[in-house]
């Protein structure tokens, strides 16, 4: 029997499809890479973390949180687990507005900036757990409905079905995720990808789409926002230099003649030494009550 579109199976499945088709579209060297890419974001840390501290994405954040208190989600008795907290960005503001923060991170270096964040702000009620989140058994850690926020933003983590479940499964109250909507960052490296391998980029299997639906599916009603980030994008052009060529040492050999074309690409984007996104980024942010006096089998959405 066909699958119904609002059936959770069917959007399990759906999703799963995407995941090896991406798998599939994928370069030879992209085989070795983990779930996260550890290496990667090791060497992106510090680069990442000033990026994710400018005036634009800390007025971005704040409005976030405001929206996460006024609804009651996050509150002084509320205990966080932050799902790939990377440098301590929402870690950090979090624990001065509620109970304790668990940050799970799996990148060494971005629990160096993290820790070094703790002690300069001197914030006590943050507590670091160095693991993947495909790695982490709820169970053995005692996370089990341990938390009442589990938050994952824009986190590489949450790569599919099951990462969404455990989400779920840790959390006494609420969830939130948010994710790119479309392609996303990768749309920035779209030309210089074809240029590299001579066909289109993989479709992108962590789009908000997916998550959204599943959980829909499932019978929950997450509230969802969207936003772009068009001007949000402050990259000079050394940074964004960087940037693309660690993207694309996961997947090929970075040599001279490659490093001239990402710079000659890079240079084309730039003005006044800024880089200009080739197309605006959209961004989804979804948060929903994980009760099962929450769950509706039909009719509209019930919020949060």
């Given at each position: ?74 509150t002084p008795k509320t205990r966080v687990l932050d ?97 790119f909507s479309g392609p996303g960052m990768n749309q ?65 050999e970075i040599t001279r003649e490659a490093e001239q ?44």
């Amino acid at each position: 029997m066909e699958l119904q579109a609002n059936a959770q199976t069917f959007w399990e499945n759906q999703w799963l499809k995407t995941i090896e088709r991406s798998k599939a579209e994928q370069p030879a060297r992209s085989e070795a890479r983990g779930p996260c890419d550890i290496n990667r974001w090791d060497n992106m840390a510090k680069d990442f973390a000033q990026r994710t501290s400018g005036e634009k994405a800390s007025v971005k954040r704040d409005a976030t949180l405001k929206q996460l208190v006024d609804k009651g989600i996050l509150t002084p008795k509320t205990r966080v687990l932050d799902v790939g907290a990377g440098p301590g960005s929402w870690a950090l503001p979090m624990a001065k507005l509620c109970a304790h923060v668990t940050a799970l991170e799996p990148s060494g270096g971005m629990i160096d900036i993290m820790s070094k964040r703790i002690e300069q702000e001197k914030v006590d009620n943050i507590s670091i757990v160095q693991k993947t989140w495909q790695e982490t058994d709820l169970a053995e850690q005692g996370w089990k409905k341990a938390f009442d926020l589990v938050f994952a933003s824009m986190t590489p983590g949450i790569d599919g079905p099951d990462a969404v479940m455990k989400l779920m499964a840790a959390s006494t109250h609420y969830c939130y995720m948010s994710a790119f909507s479309g392609p996303g960052m990768n749309q920035q490296f779209a030309p210089l990808w074809e240029k590299f391998f001579d066909r289109p980029m993989p479709q992108k299997h962590t789009d908000i789409i997916y998550p959204f639906n599943l959980v829909y599916a499932m019978g929950y009603r997450p509230d969802i926002t969207f936003s772009w980030w068009n001007k949000e994008i402050d990259w000079d052009r050394d940074h964004t230099i960087r940037h693309i060529t660690r993207f694309f040492q996961s997947h090929m050999e970075i040599t001279r003649e490659a490093e001239q074309i990402i710079a000659d690409y890079v240079e084309t984007r730039c003005v006044d030494g800024e880089y200009v996104p080739a197309a605006p980024v959209c961004r989804g942010a979804m948060t929903w009550s994980v009760h099962e006096d929450r769950k509706t089998t039909s009719g509209g959405s019930d919020g949060i």
